[in-house]
């Protein structure tokens, strides 16, 4: 089915979206960038190993197996191909690209230290500043932590993989920039366990990111919210207002092709009238609060398995690389 161009007259949903929201591009593919000219863009595991293996993007892999040289392991060349993607990104986007650790580092909060530095390390040696990168890390009590040190360091992060209220709260108290509540991994969960189907308006992961953002805006947090993970183009609008919103090229595309209005669903303004109270974690609390949670214990721990399985592909392709 075809579908028609807006006319010059007629402002996009993904314009309209702009205006309430900074849009970020979940993808590793220059040409979407390109075409729906986001502020930011994100990538993890799942979408480097997509992109090197394409034609379009085996300089890239071959660029970060000459540079590492000979005696890099192959978890170095994998940091350089990472940081290859993010400064090609960093020529198209004018804000930040999110640049993620070794997703088996998630319970290994020096070893998460150790991988961000060296990161930042290679973009420095790039000459691009702290500021224009995010370092992703995974929502656990140890990635959380490894995070706030991180931040005191001048590296600010992007906690990833994150489904339930406790672990924003972490974040928020821990100082962290940034982080990706996951919309469309939780609307999985219930789908499979409840068997019922959602609308925008009752989505569990709208409704998840909504009191994560109220909650801030309610008692000041400076930690950005960028929505994630989404499966329609009604997730996406129901979460107009939220300070960022990162979306895939097929939902950018359905935006673009779009043009009825766009209704703004979340301000500072709204969300301070809520009546959230104040809530605290310390380790052991956080860990039995996310136990009691059993979405977010699944999804986060599904979530680590499935970005460590294409660290481990991406590491056999770069083998297969220098054999």
């Known amino acids: 089915m075809s579908v028609t161009a807006p006319t010059a007259l007629q402002l996009t949903q993904l314009d309209q979206l702009k205006k309430f929201t900074k849009v970020v591009a979940d993808t590793g593919d220059f040409a979407s960038m390109k075409e729906f000219a986001p502020q930011d863009a994100t990538t993890n595991p799942s ?64 070893g998460t230290l150790a991988k961000a530095r060296d990161i ?121 207002g939220c300070d960022l919103l990162t979306i895939s090229p097929n939902l950018l595309a359905e935006l673009k092709a779009g043009t009825d209005p766009v209704t703004r669903h979340l301000s500072p303004e709204a969300a301070k009238a809520n009546d959230l109270a104040r809530v605290t974690f310390d380790e052991k609390s956080f860990r039995f609060a996310l136990n009691e949670d059993p979405m977010a214990t699944e999804k986060t721990a599904e979530g680590i398995r499935v970005f460590s399985a294409d660290i481990v592909k991406l590491e056999q392709l770069i083998a297969q690389k220098r054999s």
């Open 120 to 240: 930042i390390g290679l973009y420095e040696k790039a000459g691009i500043a702290r500021t224009r990168i995010l370092i992703k890390v995974a929502s656990t009590w140890e990635g959380i932590k490894a995070a706030e040190q991180l931040q005191r360091e001048g590296i600010n992060c992007n906690l990833t993989l994150l489904f339930s209220f406790p672990q924003a709260v972490a974040c928020a108290e821990a100082g962290i920039q940034l982080i990706s509540p996951f919309v469309g991994r939780i609307l999985d969960w219930y789908k499979k366990n409840t068997g019922k189907t959602y609308a925008a308006e009752e989505d569990p992961g709208v409704i998840s990111v909504r009191k994560i953002y109220s909650y801030y805006k309610k008692f000041g947090y400076k930690t950005e919210v960028m929505g994630a993970s989404f499966r329609n183009k009604d997730e996406v609008l129901a979460l107009a």
């Open 47 to 110: 979408l480097i190993l997509k992109a090197a293996a394409l034609p379009d993007y085996a300089y890239l892999l071959d660029q970060a197996v000459k540079d590492a040289g000979a005696t890099a392991t192959n978890a170095q060349v994998i940091d350089r191909l990472l940081v290859a993607f993010g400064l090609e990104i960093l020529k198209i986007v004018p804000g930040r690209v999110s640049t993620e650790v070794d997703a088996r580092l998630s319970f290994d909060r020096d």
